[in-house]
């Protein structure tokens, strides 16, 4: 795949990274959600989020300080999944 | 990287034989360096903490990595370093089992284990490296946490990609999920090691691997040192694991408060990106590395989870050290470098 070196994924849809990757969501037990391969990421408009790297990970705790990314703030409160 | 001068006489001793061709070297000065290794090691009283042991460690590690300036690259698998280097890693390694505590009883699943060290690396409320770099440290004082930090961070990722090869399945697809990550996906100027050079370049630091090692001390040298250690001996390959892993799941938050630091101190987005690209990168290595990475390897080799855990205490030992010998340096209105940078 090809794409200019430092773009990021700009369609949201994590072509550039996606390669075989199988789409899959993984619920981390008291963390975040695991996201890999071409699932398209958008905001509530419609606007695809840009990613950058293959695998992301989504806050699902509420308190990261880089939403929609998960930055580790639920070690810091101690959130426990549902 | 130049040569460093040396800080004892085991450096000296490797510094001569150094300065000649692997072919051409005096057979009983090469053959001497095992003896001279183990005189540096028995008058060694902290070896973590010692000059000569840790910067002569530090070079013989470099010929395996990107290699020195005007040293012959046959030097790298020569059996009388490597004898000598053994010695020296013999004692790192002691010393390191000696000071960690390593939880026992941990089942080898991939829920256990990678709770175990989550619950080993979690957040504490206490002061910090990186609380100090946010709210209080001045220019001089992050220019220095850059030097300490370049001696790894331009080669970052490196030593814990010895591992590939000796992992398989869910491990290895793990490990290289991460690394991929830390080498910028494939895009060179996205590379982790690049985006450090740029916070060096934007600090008005120079950028080039080895450039402050003169300046920095044993201790820091000691923890790039392990990971080269852990990397470097298959036997070891459940320690790399659980030191990566201890070293992302300590990555996220710390590196918010020193991108915090920066940005209070007037540094512009190309400076922090590094912080920043770390907040987010490492929180999803975290989840990686726990659970695919070490828990993974947990359950294909059971036996490996003791060192697992052990080279995870390392990590976190080594942290703990570097980080308070910069804070006990400033705090006493001192520079933490052995020379001004």
Redesign the interface.
């Known amino acids: 795949m090809s ?1 200019a ?2 773009a990021p994924d700009g369609d949201g849809r994590g072509r ?2 996606a390669g075989a990757v199988p789409p899959s969501i ?1 619920a ?2 008291d ?2 959600l ?1 996201v890999r391969g071409a699932v398209p990421l958008v905001d509530d408009q419609g606007a695809p989020v840009a990613r ?6 989504l806050c699902r705790c509420g308190a990261s ?2 939403k929609p ?5 639920h ?2 409160i101690g959130f426990e999944a549902p | 990287m130049k040569l460093p001068l040396p800080r004892g006489p085991f450096g000296s001793a490797l510094a001569d034989v150094l300065a000649t061709t692997a072919s051409d070297a005096d057979p009983a000065e090469r053959a001497a360096l095992a003896a001279a290794a183990s005189r540096a090691v028995e008058a060694s009283t902290d070896v973590l903490h010692d000059e000569d042991l840790q910067l002569a460690l530090f070079v013989l590690y470099e010929l395996h990595y990107r290699g020195v300036e005007g040293v012959d690259e046959d030097w790298e698998w020569d059996p009388d370093l490597l004898r000598a280097r053994a010695v020296v890693e013999a004692a790192l390694e002691d010393a390191l089992r000696r000071r960690v505590e390593v939880p026992t009883d941990v089942a080898p699943d991939r829920r256990s284990v990678a709770d175990t060290l989550f619950a080993m690396t979690a957040p504490s409320p206490g002061p910090s490296l990186s609380r100090f770099v946010a709210r209080r440290a001045d220019r001089d004082q992050v220019r220095e946490l850059l030097v300490h930090r370049s001696v790894y961070q331009l080669k970052e990722a490196d030593p814990h990609t010895w591992a590939l090869p000796r992992l398989g399945g869910v491990a290895k697809a793990a490990l290289v999920e991460i690394q991929a990550d830390e080498y910028g996906g494939g895009a060179p100027d996205r590379m982790h090691s690049v985006l450090f050079a740029r916070t060096m370049t934007g600090a008005g630091l120079d950028s080039d691997f080895g450039r402050y090692v003169e300046e920095v001390p044993a201790v820091t040298l000691a923890h790039v040192n392990t990971m080269s250690l852990l990397g470097l001996h298959r036997r070891l390959r459940g320690a790399t694991v659980g030191h990566l892993a201890a070293f992302e799941m300590t990555s996220s938050l710390p590196n918010r408060f020193y991108g915090d630091g920066f940005r209070r101190l007037g540094y512009d987005a190309t400076t922090t990106e590094y912080f920043d690209e770390h907040v987010e990168a490492d929180a999803v290595h975290e989840q990686i590395a726990g659970r695919d990475l070490a828990g993974g390897l947990a359950e294909q080799e059971p036996e490996l989870v003791p060192d697992i855990l052990f080279g995870a205490a390392a990590c976190l030992l080594l942290d703990d050290l570097v980080g308070r010998h910069l804070l006990d340096a400033w705090e006493r209105g001192a520079s933490s470098l052995r020379v001004a940078a």
Do not use: E, Y
């Open positions: 794409a070196p430092d550039r990274f993984v981390c037990p963390g975040p695991l950058r790297r293959a695998t992301v990970a300080t880089i990314w998960c930055d580790g703030s070690k810091a």
